[in-house]
C-alpha cells in the first residue's frame, strides 16, 4: 500500500509540475508579446505601489524621462520633479476623485528632463483599490506626444497664416 501510494504521489507531483511547467511557459510567452506591443507602440511601462512607494519602470520610461536607469533613484519626489507643477496638480486630482475605487484614467502631462527639454506624454493608467478606501496601485504606460504636438502647432499656425493671407486678399 506504502508503495502504491507512494507512486500516486510521485504521479500527482509530476501532473503538478507539467502543469506548473506550462503556466510559467504562458506566463514568460505573454510577457514577451506584451514588451514587444509596448515596444512597438514606443511606450514606457512604469507600476507605483502607493504604500511602499515602490515605483517600476521599463527602460522606454527611463528614456521618455531623459533619465539613465543607473543614476536615477525612482523615488515618488524625484519622479514628481520631472512633472509640470500645473499637470501633477491635475494627475492628483484625478486619482483623488476616483475616491479609492478601481479605475482608469488618461491625461497629457508635460515632463521636464534634466536638460530642460520639455517633453509632451499621454499617460493611461488603471488604479486599484486597497479595499479600504484609498488606491494601493496605480500601473500604466506613457506615450511621448512631443512630435505629434508640434505638429499641430504648425499646422495650427499655417491655418492661421493661411487664414491672413485670405482676409488681406
Given at each position: 500500500q506504502l508503495e502504491q501510494l507512494n507512486v500516486e504521489l510521485e504521479r500527482r507531483v509530476?501532473?503538478?509540475?507539467?502543469?506548473?511547467?506550462?503556466?510559467?511557459?504562458?506566463?514568460?510567452?505573454?510577457?514577451?508579446?506584451?514588451?514587444?506591443?509596448?515596444?512597438?507602440?514606443?511606450?514606457?511601462?512604469?507600476?507605483?505601489?502607493?504604500?511602499?512607494?515602490?515605483c517600476d519602470w521599463d527602460a522606454v520610461q527611463y528614456r521618455i524621462f531623459g533619465v539613465?536607469?543607473?543614476?536615477?533613484?525612482?523615488?515618488?519626489?524625484?519622479?514628481?520633479?520631472?512633472?509640470?507643477?500645473?499637470?501633477?496638480?491635475?494627475?492628483?486630482?484625478?486619482?483623488?476623485?476616483?475616491?479609492?475605487?478601481d479605475g482608469t484614467?488618461?491625461?497629457?502631462?508635460?515632463?521636464?528632463?534634466p536638460g530642460g527639454e520639455i517633453r509632451w506624454c499621454l499617460c493611461a493608467a488603471s488604479m486599484a483599490s486597497d479595499g479600504r478606501g484609498g488606491?494601493?496601485?496605480?500601473?500604466?504606460?506613457t506615450i511621448d506626444i512631443t512630435d505629434l504636438k508640434d505638429a499641430e502647432a504648425r499646422r495650427a499656425l499655417l491655418v492661421k497664416e493661411v487664414d491672413d493671407r485670405g482676409r488681406n486678399a
Open positions: 509530476a501532473a503538478r509540475t507539467a502543469e506548473l511547467e506550462a503556466s510559467n511557459t504562458r506566463l514568460r510567452e505573454s510577457e514577451q508579446r506584451r514588451s514587444l506591443a509596448l515596444a512597438a507602440g514606443q511606450m514606457g511601462s512604469w507600476d507605483w505601489e502607493i504604500a511602499s512607494g515602490r539613465e536607469p543607473d543614476g536615477f533613484e525612482l523615488t515618488f519626489d524625484n519622479i514628481r520633479s520631472h512633472i509640470h507643477p500645473e499637470d501633477l496638480s491635475r494627475i492628483q486630482g484625478l486619482i483623488a476623485e476616483r475616491n479609492g475605487r484614467f488618461q491625461v497629457e502631462v508635460r515632463i521636464i528632463q488606491i494601493a496601485r496605480v500601473s500604466g504606460v
